[in-house]
């Protein structure tokens, strides 16, 4: 396993939720929910240099059969505007049902879905994070395709 932080993005419409792993890689946490504007992605680049991260997981949100959706062409064409204005690696994971178990836990915690919309997002880019990192533990290989490779 490398060592080195990485940021997991989980790109929504409205929001996009952040979270971050320790440098081992062992674990994934929330950073933050920012709102997807024209400054979106210098934030989430502040964060990365802030951090100094190895790397940026973009959730690839595609359907259950595993086909591209509108959402699926909005997350990569926000991971390369991503990749465009840093030399940082920025890969897709796949994330189905991230956002789905994110709700599912959070009402198992008691919390009320109006309230909680925020911290959905943080918690499905927690999710498609450690997706990533427990994917690289047990295969031993960088997890994920780079957008370089979509391009």
């Known amino acids: 396993m490398r060592t080195g932080v990485r940021l997991g993005v989980d790109v929504g419409s409205v929001r996009i939720g952040v979270a971050r792993c320790d440098r081992d890689g062992i674990l994934a946490t929330p950073v933050e929910t920012i709102p997807r504007d024209d400054e979106a992605v210098a934030r989430i680049l502040t964060i990365a240099t802030d951090l100094d991260c190895i790397e940026i997981y973009v959730g690839l949100p595609v359907s ?5 959706t509108a959402s699926t062409m909005d997350a990569m064409s926000f991971a390369r505007d991503l990749a465009e204005r840093s030399s940082i690696d920025v890969r897709f994971i796949d994330e189905r049902l991230t956002t789905v178990s994110a709700h599912a836990a959070l009402r198992s915690s008691g919390k009320k879905a109006s309230r909680s919309r925020s911290v959905v997002d943080q918690v499905a880019a927690v999710m498609l994070l450690q997706h990533a990192l427990d994917s690289e533990r047990a295969r031993d290989a960088v997890p ?5 490779d979509h391009s």
Do not use: D, H, M, R
């Open 144 to 148: 994920g395709t780079s957008v370089a």
């Open 64 to 68: 259950l059969s595993g086909a591209n």
